[in-house]
């Protein structure tokens, strides 16, 4: 998320959702449907990226989920013959 051409993390389970900010003169503050999602406290340096250290953490975790499930998606469809090739169906 940016805020005056710098970026803050937040929390990457909201990823595409409409969130709320407040940046004030020390802090950044992120919410979504009212829960905090991201708190950093504010830089005046310009070009940053502030990063949480769980919110890198989480974002590799769903990461890895997210690939683990779609191979296992693609094996099984192998595996039951229901697997077609993009180029096949052409």
Known sequence: MRV?????SVDPAVIGRFVDVHAGLD???VTCVGMEVGSHQRSWDRWQTITDATHVAKAALMREKF??????????????????????LN
């Open 67 to 88: 690939g683990a499930t779609h191979r296992l998606d693609e094996w099984a469809a192998r595996r039951c013959g229901k697997y077609r090739d993009s180029a096949a």
């Open 4 to 8: 005056a051409v710098k970026g803050y």
């Open 27 to 29: 802090r950044v503050v």
